[in-house]
Structures are given as C-alpha cells and as structure tokens.
C-alpha cells in the first residue's frame, strides 16, 4: 500500500502542467492530460489507481466543467478528489465548481507551497476516510465473531446438560434464517431489516438457555414426562426470559437481549392460544418468537430424542404442515412449504463457520453499500465499471438474461428475468443467495459449472439445457453462456454474459437458432449473416413489396474509440444500436453490419425516405458530451418492382462511400442501375 | 544580469514570483521555459482567422503563465483581450492584440538578453 499516490494533472498548457509537476513531482507521481477528453481517457481506463485530479478551467475538447459533470455522472466524483486550478477568479466560477463537487480551488497565481499543503491534506483527508471505512468493518467483523462465539458456548452448555446434540442450536439458528429471509419476500406485514433478521437469528441460539435451571432427572429422563414432569419442564421458557430480564440494567435494553428475551419466553406459544405460558394469540406472539418455535418442533421432529427416533425431513415437513404439531402462522406454513425442497440439503451444508463467514460478509457488504461511507476499495470500483459496462443488457426487454461478475462475485438480471424469478435484478454473492438456490438445484449448478469450465477465451461460449424453476415451475431450458476473459497474456476468467431460453416457448416458435452465432454480442443485433437470411425470407413472402435498405455509419469510429479509450467505442455502438431499436417497427431487421456500421432493413408505406430521415433524427444530439455524427446512405424499391438483397445492400455500399463529407443522408431508387439520387 | 533585472526589463515583479515558488532555479527553469510557449503563435493566427474561441483559449492560456510567473505587464494586456473574447468574436480584438504583441516581444526580449547572459 506504500506506492507513490498519483496525480493527473489536466491543463491545456505545457508551461502550467510543468510548474504543478515540478512542485509536486518529488511527493507524488504525476500524469498528465492536455484537455478534458484526455483526461477523461485516463480516469475511464485507469481510474483505480488515479488518487487526485488537478484541474483547470479552460481547455479545447471538454472543458473542466465539462469534465466534473461526467464525473458526477459516472459517479466518479465519489472516488477521486479533484482540485481546481483556474486563473477564472469570478465567483461564479468558483461557487460552480464547488457545486459540481471539487474538493478545493486554487486560483492562479498560487504559491507553491500552498498548493502542496492542499494537495497533501486532501491526499490525507481521503486516505483517512478510506481507513476508517475499513476499521468500522474490521470492528463489526470483530464484535459479530466475538458476540458469535460467546453466545454459541453458552447455549452449547445448555445443549450438552440437555443431553442433546450440538447440532440442534445450529439448526435452529439455519433454519430461522432461511425462514426470515424467505418470509419478507412474500410478506410486508412484518418490517424486517437485515439487522433484525441477524439479530433475530442470533438471539435464536438463547432460546432454551432456562432449562439451565431444570433438575437433570427431570430433563434426561428416557420416556414420557409425567404431568408433574410437564410442568416442571414447561417452566424453562418463563424462566429462561426471567433470567435475561434480571441483567443489569445496561444490557436488558440491548436490542440483543431484548429479542432474546421474546423468544425464550414465547417459544411455546401456539397461534391458537394453545400454548405456555402466556397464552398468547395470533401475532400477539412476536413473529422471532413464531418462527423459532416452528423451527424448534422440525428440529425436534428430525431429531433422534430418547424417547424417539428421528423423523426423515420430508415426514416431518408433512407433520408440520398438516398441522399435527400444533397450530402456525399461516404465512410461516407457506414459508416452509418454499423452502422444504432445499431446507435437508442446506442444514446438511451448515457448519458454525461458514455460517458465521457468510453472515459478516453479508453486514461487510451492507456496510459497503451504505452511501455515507465512500465506497473507495477497488473491487467495489470495478463492481461500477462492469455495472456499466453490461448496463445495456439489463435494459433488453422480455429476455432473461444475466450477467455475472466473478471477483466480486455478483450475478446481475435483466429487469425481465429478475421479474420472472421473483429475484432482485442485482444479487451479490449469487452462491450464498438461497432464493437464487431455489430456483436451480445442485445437479443443474454443477453442470453449469462443468459446461463453463470447458471454455478458454479462443472457445468462450458454450449451451448448456437443464431444468428451472421458473414462474412456479419446472420448465426445460437451454442456457447460453459466454464467458467473459481478461485481456491479460495469461487470460484469467473474469465472468460470464447469458441468456436463458425456455425451450417450450423455443419450439411453438418457428425456429430459434443459436443465438451467439446470429447476434453480435457487443449491441445484441443480428450480425450480418443472420440479417441476410432475415432479409431473404422477408423479400421472399412479398418479392415486390416496397423495400429499403440503409447502412448507417457513425462517423470518426476510430478516432473517437482510439482517444477516448477502447470501452468509450463499445458503450457508443450499444448507444447506437439502442436508439434504432428504439425507433424500429415491428418488421423492420436491425444489424450489425461492421465495425463502425448497422444495417436496417424495412418495408415501407409511403416513402422510402422518411424512414432515412427518422434514422438520421433518432441519433441526431451528443452521446457523453460528444456529438455524434452519422452517414447514412439508402438504396430502396418501389412496390411493384422485383427486390434482391444483394443489389440493395451493394448500392447502398456504394451510395454511401460516394457521399461527401457534409452530406448526411443520401437515397437511391435500385431500378434505375444509374441511381435516381432522391435527395 | 540577474534574474531580478530581467524581471525590471519585462515589466514583472520579482519579489511577487519568488514568495510563490521555492526557489530561484525554478523560477529561472520556467522564465527559460517561456521562450518555447507556443500559445502566443496560436494567438496570433487565432485572430486573424477571427476564430474567437482558439482565440480566448490561448489568451487564457498566456494569461494564466502570466500570472504563475508574475510578468505582470503581459498579463494585463492578454488580460483584456481575453475578457474581450470571452462571449464571442468582437471587433477589438485586433487592436487589443497590439499591446500584447508589444509586451510579448519585449518579454521575449527580456529572456533572451538573460538567456545569452547567463549560457543557459
């Protein structure tokens, strides 16, 4: 951690630049940007390792105004503090850069040794918050184990005078859990936060801490418990709270022992009212207290007692649900119900240190995400790269597609897909997600991972058919996946992009082919091959229909993708692409005709030349503070007359390269092999 | 002639130059430096395109150099003519342009005759 800090320095003026480096050059390692589309290239590709921005005002290309408010947008703002240097003394000036969220303004001309004081205490500033982000973690990582450890001892004891195995606490505990975080997903009737359910869930381990007070004879006795005996043991929950609410006064209010307290006390009520010791009924028992006991007779039931042998799961599931254990919650039925298909396999998987793992992982992360705390570490800032990077995915509509990040393992939906598995569209730590689980069972997983493990980047996508527990159901699907591999010499495997398909819906239409080798998978288009099989068949239904065929070409591709860097090009194609989906008419064949192209087939009504013009009209403005320019050139048909593919796509070709460079838009009518310039 | 002399020649302060940078050889380094500033040039030919913006830009630019450098006579006269450009073209502008053609020459001048003096 003890590299050099570094400074970008972005000014139009190599005599200003060089003054900052010499001032700041001994401390810091310095690079340097000539305008604003330059010093954006750098953020955009090696951000992470950008710790200041030094900024000036006026520059060609993008200005620094310019530039802060596509920090603000990208968010980048919130990693890399950006100090300005401008000779604008105006307040307007300095108020705006403020507004747009610089850490400091220095006005020229500045003293030397003021600039690398500001430097220095912004440098420190950042680095002090960046540390305090990973203390707190590291405290609550600490207290969470402590507390963990504490707790499980004590309720071990308890177990062990019990006689019963140390597995039960755990169970309870697993199983509480998975009931908690299914239950808030079919129900806001009770208002449960992740902290509760940790807090829930932990408490949960107390619950029988007042049979600590039981005569052993009594609670180790093989056989049935007289109604004396009964009463004796039925004492432990009352006891059990007492016990909590008898601690000094300093920790009875802890939000710990408070729900510690519940469940002790009302882990035998009964919904009915059935139960002990208070009677209680309905949610008159507290939703900690409802699911423990639930939790408490499935682990009774599959346990082996003295005076019983173990029940298997499904059995005791079946008991539970056909209410011959006494009366639940409805919603606590229906929770069970869920999960009972995965609830064996997931208790056999628990073991106390994955889940004490999983659980601070869980609050690390919800730390992480809370937006007072600047997310500063670097796989979050990757995290907000690809998030951008496969934002246009998500946006793809009616498809369920994913994609997912390996390192920090997180698995993003498309809003369609999330929608359809009842999921959140983004989920991190995919493997830990139970919902996720239930709706893939282990057989189906590794086989995905087998069929992804056969990839290398030379041979990156692969199909996998399986079953899924979609829309309430088992249905056949086959699975596309993409691996997605780093640039490095030794390609590293960073993540995969797919797609799911469900193969009823695959078989009732015509006929679905592969789609990675239809598709371009940077913009989702058809590529060029599929298009033409497209447009052959169109023209073949109706060969003397009115037809056009446009090649649109962004312009300075090249240029634009060399100075703002290789991912600017690749999010400017899905921007294009996105536009023209957006304006397409059901019939209409969008593709991917080259590296800087797209090709759109259409049939038209009236004119051939309205459809260019909209073309020209749904791209026309800036993309990222940059305008964008396109060419588009068109050859059509007019109803009546014969169409081919070929001559169409050839003469738009040609009309295209023809053009010079301040036209726009050019049509020509095929018939006429001249070409009838309709322009 | 010392730097401090150079400085009177070219209508700057010194004084005001040394408290802002730490030492004399990094102001003499940037004072050299100056002699390779391209942005007068961009100026010059700015103008007589009438291209107001390019324009703006490299007065902004000497201007600020100006200002890090203390050649305070240069400042004032890039000054104006930047706040001239600011909003667009304006026909002051070439007549603006003159006193900073004069005060660029005699700076140059100025560093030159210091230049020579000192080897460097």
Avoid at chain 2, 11 to 32: E, H, I
Wanted: charged residues 25%; contains cysteine.
């Amino acid at each position: 951690m003890n590299r050099r800090k570094k400074i970008l320095i972005a000014d139009d003026s190599e005599m200003n630049r060089e003054i900052l480096a010499e001032i700041l050059g001994e401390e810091y390692e310095i690079i340097e940007a000539e305008n604003g589309a330059e010093a954006v290239a750098v953020l955009q590709s090696n951000r992470a390792e950008i710790d200041m921005l030094l900024l000036d005002y006026v520059m060609p290309e993008m200005d620094g105004f310019q530039v802060l408010e596509l920090m603000n947008r990208q968010r980048w703002i919130e990693d890399i503090p950006v100090i300005m240097i401008s000779a604008e003394s105006s307040m307007t000036y300095v108020e705006q850069a403020y507004e747009l969220g610089v850490v400091d303004f220095i006005k020229r001309p500045f003293e030397a040794l003021v600039v690398q004081r500001r430097v220095a205490n912004t440098m420190l500033l950042y680095a002090k918050q960046k540390k305090l982000t990973d203390m707190i973690i590291e405290q609550i990582y600490e207290n969470e184990k402590q507390s963990s450890l504490m707790i499980n001892i004590l309720s071990h004891i308890v177990e062990f005078r019990n006689g019963e195995s140390g597995q039960h606490v755990l169970h309870i505990h697993m199983l509480t859990e998975l009931m908690l975080k299914h239950l808030i997903t079919i129900t806001d009737k009770y208002p449960l936060n992740n902290a509760d359910i940790a807090l829930i869930t932990t408490a949960s381990a107390l619950h029988d801490v007042g049979k600590i007070s039981i005569p052993a004879e009594v609670i180790n006795k093989p056989g049935r418990f007289t109604p004396e005996e009964f009463a004796i043991m039925k004492t432990h929950s009352a006891i059990g709270a007492e016990m909590l609410r008898q601690l000094p006064a300093e920790y009875a209010e802890e939000p710990l022992v408070k729900t510690a307290y519940e469940i002790c006390r009302w882990h035998h009520e009964r919904y009915d009212g059935r139960g002990y010791p208070d009677g209680l009924k309905g949610d008159e028992i507290p939703i900690s207290a409802q699911i423990v006991a639930l939790a408490d007779v499935y682990d009774a039931l599959t346990s082996e007692r003295v005076y019983k042998k173990a029940f298997s799961h499904e059995v005791a599931v079946d008991m539970i649900l056909d209410g011959q254990c006494g009366t639940f919650n409805p919603l606590l039925m229906q929770c069970l119900r869920d999960i009972a298909p995965t609830l064996q396999q997931k208790l056999k998987n628990a073991t106390e240190e994955s889940r004490t793992e999983s659980r601070i992982e869980a609050i690390s992360m919800e730390v992480m995400r809370r937006s007072e705390l600047s997310v500063s570490s670097h796989p979050m800032r990757m995290l907000e790269r690809e998030r951008l990077k496969y934002g246009f995915y998500r946006t793809v509509a009616g498809e369920l597609w994913f994609d997912y990040s390996r390192a920090p393992s997180m698995l993003t939906l498309s809003p369609y897909g999330a929608s359809l598995l009842g999921l959140d569209e983004v989920i991190v730590n995919p493997g830990q997600n139970e919902q996720l689980r239930s709706h893939i069972d282990e057989d189906t997983l590794q086989g995905l991972v087998r069929a992804l493990r056969s990839c290398t980047r030379d041979n990156p996508a692969v199909e996998y058919d399986c079953l899924l527990n979609l829309d309430g159901g088992e249905h056949e699907v086959r699975v596309l996946l993409r691996t997605v591999w780093s640039d490095d010499e030794e390609p590293r495997y960073v993540g995969v992009i797919g797609k799911v398909i469900d193969r009823a819906e695959e078989d009732s239409g015509s006929e679905m082919p592969d789609w990675m080798n239809t598709h371009d998978l940077q913009t989702g288009l058809y590529n060029r091959h599929a298009a033409e099989v497209r447009i052959h068949e169109h023209i073949e239904m109706n060969p003397h229909g009115s037809f056009g065929l446009a090649l649109v070409r962004i312009e300075n591709y090249a240029v634009l993708n060399e100075s703002y860097g290789g991912e600017f090009g690749g999010r400017l194609l899905r921007y294009v692409a996105e536009r023209l989906r957006l304006g397409a008419r059901g019939g209409d064949i969008l593709a991917q005709a080259g590296d800087d192209s797209f090709l759109v087939f259409f049939e038209y009504r009236r004119s051939a030349l309205h459809v260019a013009e909209w073309i020209l009209t749904s791209l026309e403005g800036f993309y990222e503070d940059i305008p964008l320019a396109v060419k588009v050139g068109m050859a059509y048909t007019n109803a009546g007359e014969p169409a081919n593919y070929a001559v169409l796509l050839a003469t738009a070709e040609r009309t295209l390269e023809g053009m010079d460079t301040a036209e726009q838009l050019c049509c020509v009518h095929v018939e006429n092999t001249e070409g009838e310039d309709d322009k | 002639m010392s730097l401090q002399t150079c400085y009177e020649a070219l209508g700057g302060s010194y004084d005001a130059v040394r408290q802002r940078l730490p030492s004399d050889r990094m102001v003499q380094k940037f004072v050299l430096k100056f002699l390779n500033e391209g942005s007068y040039d961009d100026l010059v030919r700015a103008i007589e395109a009438k291209d107001a913006e390019t324009a703006f830009r490299a007065a902004h630019t000497i201007k600020g150099v100006c200002l890090n450098l203390s050649f305070d006579k240069l400042h004032d006269s890039s000054d104006a003519l930047c706040e001239a450009l600011r909003h667009g073209w304006t026909d002051e502008a070439p007549k603006l342009l003159e006193p900073v053609r004069e005060d660029y020459e005699r700076t140059i001048a100025a560093i030159r005759a210091f230049a020579a003096e000192t080897g460097a």
